[in-house]
């Protein structure tokens, strides 16, 4: 019953920023983690960054000081900062959530391309 909607995919230019949002709705008991994952074409789906609901993050190596996960626990929301985008860096990103009864929810993903 608990549903993520991510925002703020598009086509950006390198090096350029995108802020991707993701709002879980329904019925919630209680998100203990969110993260970003994305999925290139021909590629397996792979974390990007999470965090936990206290605000412990991990990101994954190519992301590190560039991108910025971040919640608001009030609003069942995670963002994810994208700075100094890279060609690279283009994929549907979707967001996750797990929520403490009802188990692991996806978001339907969110484009980024980064293309000049």
């Known amino acids: 019953q608990v549903q993520l909607v991510e925002s703020g995919g598009g086509l950006v230019q390198p090096g350029g920023s995108l802020r991707l949002s993701c709002t879980a709705s329904?019925?919630?008991?209680?998100?203990?983690?969110m993260a970003w994952y994305c999925q290139a074409p021909g590629k397996e789906r792979e974390m990007v960054a999470a965090?936990?609901?206290?605000?412990?993050?991990t990101y994954q190596d190519s992301v590190k000081g560039r991108f910025t996960i971040s919640r608001d626990n009030a609003k069942s929301t995670v963002y994810l900062q994208m700075n100094s985008l890279k060609p690279e860096d283009t994929a549907v990103y979707y967001c996750?959530?797990?929520?403490?009864?009802?188990?692991?929810?996806w978001g339907k993903g969110t484009l980024v391309t980064v293309s000049s």
């Open positions: 996750f959530a797990n929520d403490l009864v009802h188990g692991v929810k």
């Open positions: 329904g019925r919630i008991f209680r998100i203990n983690d």
């Open positions: 965090i936990t609901r206290g605000g412990i993050t």
